[in-house]
């Protein structure tokens, strides 16, 4: 069965600074990636998602994440992290249902991301 | 698009009590699911619904959780009778189509508090 581990359940960083959000998945398939956000009492929204298509994904508010099938990785990263930024974020892996259809999305336990000024 | 609407968007109980929570997915969504968001074990999968119709409610906790969707455009999760360890975030989500890759559209939440 599919899983995913976000290392780090806190990461604190400096405005301007890099960020960057580690996600490790195992999956016995082909994944499918996502990476959600989730702002203090909202639900949560697509960053980005990873299809198998580019490995380097691009997604929204100049965050991307890198598919490393040899690390079995999908870390989020952001060049330059802004006040705005603060939130969870959560790496999710899709559970392939039985005939291919819609699979389950399975979450990793989210990072809080801390911007300091 | 108003997105994924949930109500109530807090909730407060005593144990033993029937709690009600409500979702209407964005409009011609075909899949909706039901998750839920606690500290100790993160967000999970209830069940969810392909036309109307569940399809997979191995993740609903005990008999005392019930959802339904009678129609496309509105769905209930139901808890009966409730209990302190109900306690959560409840999260209603949607998507277009039961393709793998769909992107799932998360409503705001419901909070949960059973005392």
């Known amino acids: 069965a599919q899983s995913v581990t976000q290392l780090g359940s806190h990461v604190s960083v400096s405005e301007g600074a890099l960020v960057l959000l580690r996600c490790n998945y195992s999956s016995s398939v082909p994944p499918y990636l996502f990476w959600y956000v989730q702002y203090p009492n909202q639900g949560l929204q697509l960053l980005l998602k990873y299809t198998s298509a580019a490995t380097l994904v691009k997604g929204i508010n100049g965050f991307e994440a890198e598919f490393k099938k040899s690390e079995t990785s999908f870390h989020l990263t952001k060049p330059s992290a802004h006040m705005s930024d603060a939130a969870e974020y959560f790496c999710a892996v899709s559970d392939p249902l039985p005939g291919g259809s819609q699979g389950n999305l399975i979450f990793g336990k989210g990072t809080k991301l801390s911007v300091k000024p | 698009d108003a997105g994924v609407i949930q109500s109530p968007r807090h909730e407060v109980t005593e144990m033993g009590q029937e709690v009600t929570l409500r979702c209407k997915p964005i409009?011609?969504?075909?899949?909706l699911f039901w998750y839920r968001q606690t500290m100790m074990r993160g967000l999970e999968l209830l069940i969810y619904?392909?036309?109307?119709?569940?399809?997979?409610d191995s993740g609903m906790p005990e008999d005392r959780f019930s959802a339904k969707m009678p129609n496309a455009s509105f769905s209930t999760l139901k808890i009966q009778p409730s209990e302190p360890r109900d306690s959560a975030v409840y999260f209603c989500?949607?998507?277009?189509?039961?393709?793998?890759?769909?992107?799932?559209?998360f409503g705001p939440g419901t909070r949960l508090t059973v005392l």
């Open positions: 989500a949607s998507s277009l189509s039961g393709h793998i890759t769909d992107t799932q559209y």
């Open positions: 619904f392909n036309n109307n119709v569940p399809i997979d």
């Open positions: 409009s011609g969504h075909d899949y």
